[in-house]
């Protein structure tokens, strides 16, 4: 009686401790993922802003890219990234070479800033897989130099 009972919990103790190993779940899918790397932005003196990077792995599962920007002070840049723009473009409106996977994005912002922060989201088309979203990222609008000149000619001797 004794044994059957040591021998149950023995078992019970061996079943529980090895029921799942720690750490965060890996997708099955592992091959339908895709990254997004090499991500810059530059605006134009026009206020013109464009977003250019590379989806590597599954490019052919992105369903649509999302750039979402918001409008910052110089002296908010430690403030959360609270976006108040959003712009969707499919993968046939962004992407503009399909064999390396290069995107580009590019819109007027509807807030006119010297500085924006913006990150870009990409959605899986495959159910249950994560989006690869990008850091959030700041740019500054070029500066203008508005400044008159006047063209001096020199002297002949």
Request: include cysteine; hydrophobic fraction near 40%; proline fraction near 8%.
């Amino acid at each position: 009686m004794k044994k059957n009972i040591l021998l149950f919990i023995l078992v019970t103790c061996f079943i529980l401790v090895a029921c799942g190993k720690k750490g965060d779940p890996l997708p099955q899918k592992v091959d339908k993922l895709f990254s997004l790397q090499d991500v810059f932005a530059s605006v134009n003196p026009e206020g013109t802003l464009t977003i250019m990077g590379t989806v590597i792995g599954a490019k052919q599962n992105v369903q649509s890219f999302t750039l979402e920007l918001e409008a910052v002070d110089e002296d908010c840049i430690g403030c959360p990234f609270v976006p108040a723009e959003r712009y969707t473009k499919t993968p046939a409106e962004a992407i503009v070479n399909t064999r390396t996977g290069e995107f580009s994005i590019t819109v007027l912002p509807a807030t006119k800033s010297p500085v924006y922060r913006w990150r870009v989201v990409a959605r899986n088309s495959v159910s249950g897989l994560p989006s690869a979203v990008t850091p959030v990222f700041k740019v500054n609008k070029p500066f203008e130099d508005k400044r008159d000149f006047i063209e001096l000619t020199p002297k002949k001797d």
